[in-house]
């Protein structure tokens, strides 16, 4: 079966760094388009950024626009979150998600949490 498995969170202090990783298997990584979204408590779930299947072209949402890097290998199956000058705003449990047409696979999500 398709198994997402996220790593990398943590506490960080506002203004650090963490790199989550997300390792894929049970699906024919290169042909998905990866990516990352986070919820916050009392949230609804939102976009963060992703990286399309050759890793050509990556998307990012205003908020972490500058601050927030994806990258892709397709040879390990696994995608990466470079988070850099983090806010207190940032934290929320983060997701990887595999997305090709209708198959939509989710990762059971890392928690990062940034403190002022």
């Known amino acids: 079966q398709v198994q997402l498995v996220e790593s990398g969170g943590g506490l960080v202090q506002a203004g650090g760094s963490l790199r989550l990783s997300c390792t894929a298997s049970?699906?024919?990584?290169?042909?998905?388009?990866m990516g990352w979204f986070r919820q916050a408590p009392g949230k609804e779930r939102e976009f963060v950024g992703a990286?399309?299947?050759?890793?050509?072209?990556?998307y990012y949402a205003e908020s972490v626009k500058g601050r927030f890097t994806i990258s892709r290998d397709n040879a390990k199956n696994t995608v990466s979150l470079q988070m850099n000058s983090l806010k207190p705003e940032d934290t929320a449990v983060y997701y990887c998600?595999?997305?090709?047409?209708?198959?939509?696979?989710w990762g059971q999500g890392t928690q990062v949490t940034v403190s002022s």
């Open positions: 049970g699906l024919t990584f290169r042909s998905y388009a």
């Open positions: 998600n595999a997305l090709l047409r209708a198959s939509d696979y």
């Open positions: 990286i399309s299947s050759n890793g050509g072209k990556a």
